[in-house]
């Protein structure tokens, strides 16, 4: 089990956000968390990456290959973070450095885990690139964010997580933002990207068609609850729960 | 983008030239004969009418000010109708005695409010943050020349350890110009700290709050060094705009500072002038004092555009 | 855990209102009474500290310092309402004037603006000092004339924002004319700015008429002025320091009461405006 979480809890004050989670993600495993905006989804995400707003505190336990994430000293998160847990994003525009050009701030998580010299980590960071198909990868690497399209970013976004080979990816709506036709080129990539490198994911959106696609099983969230879980054909043509079925009544998913 | 950078020194020759015209029909309103005042109340008509037409004051206003703009163009700024010295020579001195003033209040300033500032950022919802808050709110309340008088007061006068005035260039003795320098860059940078401690302050908030610094995090930087390197740039942009303001308001802060260390800047020459109602001193100074805030705006925006790729692009 | 923002009162706001309060009253006292005659020149009574009859002493004409305080905050105030009236008002409708018209148009009103910014506050005032002779008066003007850049920025980038919005857009397509909107819209929606900028400005013009007055091209003597106060206290600092730290003491106080009143007011009018 690559990621195990047990009894995740989210706290603001005594407002609870996020309520005795726990699931888990197997090796190669992927996995889909669906729910309405404020279920608790990007937030539990958040908490297992340690990365939760100031005034949030996480309790519980969530375990990334047997080492404990909630609770652990930054010092150590942040070895692990890039390194064996990755995330992607939902908002292309504004998750890449504007000032930055793009080979770099994929160049730097490299640098950062594996070291070497700078002029390594550009060649390396061009060749990720080529990886997530962007078309002529050096040329690319010298541009600004602004400078790309949406969807090229949330490539660039993809080649900077999975650049270390990580053992848990995470990523929170990472098309919800990008054009149909996008999406599905971005969704292959991921697929790919985690296939290649035997990486848990851990896949969070709204979105059921999409779902569906990607994920081998789903957990349904509602009010900061895991309300039901079960393989992705199970929850989705036979679900249990009301509220999944108001989810699957919502949307324009046809039983398949 | 060569394209913005002509638009942009179009719009600064413009606007200098705007700005000679205004200062010269300024001084062409006061009330007043130059000439009456060189030669002093005795003067007889006919000496008054010949030193007038001496001084050029005969002629169009029109031809006046091209022949003066004429001059400035070249370095000369003419004869003072007062003392009869050349008045370019001594404005280029006094400027040199400004612009290190101004230069090195700019350095405390800065020195003071990037590391303050970003703190103060960093630490918004803790008491420290408060403070450093608050005292920038004190500091800016603190004219410029009551912290130079208290200064003097404290270091020169009690205890002795700095000069309470005067100036030495830089190439005759280094050391005494430079302990000439600290009280007056102080008074100058103190103030100016206070007011871009609370601008750096709100630019580092602003970028702490951006997606991109989360995601430079979950590539595994620490808090800190995150921020160095993807917030600090990002931060400066807004910092740099008011940058430019801020010289301005400085130059003429270092008007006040010079008449309290008796530096012998521009600004005392203004204030000299003015008092002398020595009116072609008077407008050659507004014009450089002018034109420099024209030109440190116009280096601003260049900067704008070089810290910003985003800029660079269009317009 | 959250509070709202709107309507929700700053201890920043409370203490600038008690600091702006206080040089009120101070102003609004001094004509009604004063402990003596601010101008009263006692020869006998010259620098005397603090006493029961001279609460913080007298200067080396032998005048009473808080009585000068007192007088002194008049001026402060004369000037800064006039100064931050002129700009506001001259300001204000030039920036909506620059957000609402053509592009051309509202580049060459800020082009024009970065000009007159080009003039800094004494700079103006030194000039009509020349001029006209320097008084309370050209301090005021010349502090307005290099106050209305600000004031049009604000005006202006308000002002677009506005334009921008829903409400706007379908009064256009209605045929509505510029002033009806400019009126029923813009003025009332960028009002909060423009107070606050009033706050500020202020703060801003207190020390300019202090520097001014301290150079001797502002309130011309014997009327009292906080500025002029410290100009003549620096030959005697060592001896008698309070004749400066009690004038210094007030403009601080006037600086900070206005610059804290415009951040609380900025806090309270509208969260949108910038969390500073």
């Known amino acids: 089990m690559t990621l195990e979480v047990c009894e995740l809890s989210v706290h603001a004050g005594t407002h609870p956000l996020v309520r005795g989670v726990s699931f888990g993600v197997g090796r190669g495993e992927r996995v889909g968390l669906i729910g309405e905006s404020g279920s608790g989804k990007s937030l539990t995400a958040s908490a297992v990456m340690g990365l939760l707003p100031e005034g949030l505190a996480p309790t519980g336990s969530a375990k990334l290959t047997g080492a404990e994430l909630i609770g652990a000293p930054e010092r150590e998160l942040s070895r692990r973070r890039g390194r064996d847990l990755a995330m992607v994003f939902q908002e292309p525009m504004t998750a890449l450095n504007p000032l930055m050009r793009v080979g770099r701030q994929v160049a730097e998580s490299i640098r950062l885990h594996r070291g070497g010299s700078r002029r390594a980590a550009l060649r390396a960071a061009v060749e990720l690139l080529d990886a997530v198909k962007l078309p002529d990868p050096e040329q690319l690497a010298r541009a600004y964010p602004h400078q790309l399209s949406g969807g090229q970013r949330q490539r660039v976004m993809l080649a900077i997580a999975l650049a270390n080979d990580p053992a848990l990816l995470i990523c929170d709506e990472p098309t919800t933002a990008l054009d149909v036709t996008v999406q599905a080129q971005v969704l292959d990539l991921i697929l790919s990207g985690v296939a290649e490198r035997e990486t848990a994911l851990l896949f969070i959106t709204h979105d059921l068609a999409v779902v569906a696609k990607v994920c081998t099983r789903v957990l349904v969230m509602y009010d900061g609850r895991i309300v039901e879980e079960g393989s992705t054909s199970d929850v989705l043509t036979r679900p249990s729960h009301d509220y999944t079925k108001k989810l699957l009544a919502a949307s324009d998913l046809e039983a398949a | ?315 | 855990m959250s509070t709202p923002l709107k309507g929700r009162t700053s201890p920043t706001l409370v203490v600038g209102a008690v600091l702006v309060g206080l040089v009120v009253a101070a102003a609004l006292l001094s004509f009604a009474w004063t402990p003596h005659d601010p101008l009263k020149v006692e020869s006998t009574a010259r620098l005397l500290g603090p006493t029961g009859d001279y609460w913080f002493g007298t200067d080396k004409f032998g005048r009473d310092v808080f009585s000068q305080i007192l007088v002194g905050a008049r001026t402060t105030l004369y000037v800064g309402v006039i100064a931050v009236g002129v700009a506001a008002v001259v300001g204000t409708p030039l920036g909506m004037l620059a957000g609402m018209s053509k592009r051309w148009l509202g580049e060459f009103v800020m082009r024009v603006n970065d000009l007159v910014l080009a003039f800094p506050a004494l700079l103006l005032a030194i000039m009509l000092g020349a001029v006209y002779g320097a008084s309370t008066v050209t301090a005021m003007i010349a502090i307005g004339i290099a106050t209305i850049p600000s004031f049009a920025r604000v005006a202006r980038s308000g002002t677009l924002q506005v334009m921008s919005t829903e409400y706007v857009l379908a009064a256009r397509s209605a045929g509505r004319s510029r002033l009806w909107i400019a009126r029923r819209h813009v003025l009332p929606n960028i009002g909060g700015l423009v107070i606050v900028q009033c706050s500020v400005s202020f703060a801003i013009a207190v020390l300019a008429e202090a520097a001014l007055s301290f150079l001797g091209f502002g309130t011309r003597p014997p009327t009292p002025s906080w500025g002029r106060m410290l100009q003549e206290s620096q030959e005697l600092l060592t001896v008698h320091p309070r004749l400066a730290i009690v004038p210094g003491l007030a403009i601080a106080v006037a600086v900070l009461g206005f610059n804290l009143l415009g951040d609380g007011l900025r806090d309270r009018l509208d969260p949108r405006l910038e969390r500073r």
């Open chain 2, 1 to 315: 983008m060569v394209v913005a950078i002509v638009r942009r020194v179009a719009i600064l020759v413009i606007s200098v030239l705007v700005a000679s015209i205004v200062v010269f029909a300024f001084m062409a309103v006061l009330p007043g004969d130059p000439a009456q005042v060189a030669l002093g109340v005795n003067a007889t008509p006919e000496l008054l009418a010949k030193t007038r037409q001496d001084f050029g004051l005969d002629r169009p206003l029109v031809e006046q000010y091209l022949s003066w703009m004429g001059g400035v163009l070249h370095g000369d700024f003419g004869r003072s109708y007062v003392t009869g010295e050349a008045i370019g020579p001594q404005l280029l001195d006094r400027l040199g005695v400004t612009l290190w003033l101004v230069g090195a209040g700019m350095l405390v300033a800065l020195v003071l409010a990037v590391p303050f500032g970003a703190l103060a950022a960093v630490w918004h919802r803790r008491s420290g943050g408060t403070a450093i808050s608050g005292l920038s709110q004190l500091g800016v309340a603190v004219p410029a020349f009551l912290a130079g008088i208290l200064l003097v007061q404290v270091f020169a006068v009690q205890l002795r350890w700095l000069p309470s005035g005067g100036w030495t260039p830089p190439n005759q003795d280094t050391g005494e110009f430079l302990r000439g320098l600290i009280l007056p860059a102080l008074s100058l940078g103190l103030v100016q700290g206070a007011v871009l401690t609370r601008y750096v302050r709100s630019a580092v908030l602003d970028t702490l709050g951006q997606d991109y610094l989360r995601t430079a995090r979950s590539k595994g930087l620490r808090p800190y060094p995150a921020l160095m390197r993807h917030g600090l740039r990002n931060a400066a942009v807004p910092v740099v705009t008011v940058l430019g303001l801020q010289l301005a308001t400085l130059l003429i802060g270092a008007v006040v500072v010079e008449r309290v260390f008796v530096l012998p800047g521009l600004g005392s020459m203004l204030l000299d002038s003015v008092s002398a109602r020595d009116l072609l001193s008077v407008q050659g100074i507004v014009l450089v004092l002018v034109v420099a805030v024209l030109v440190v705006n116009f280096v601003v925006d260049l900067l704008y555009a070089v810290i910003d790729p985003r800029l660079r692009a269009a317009r």
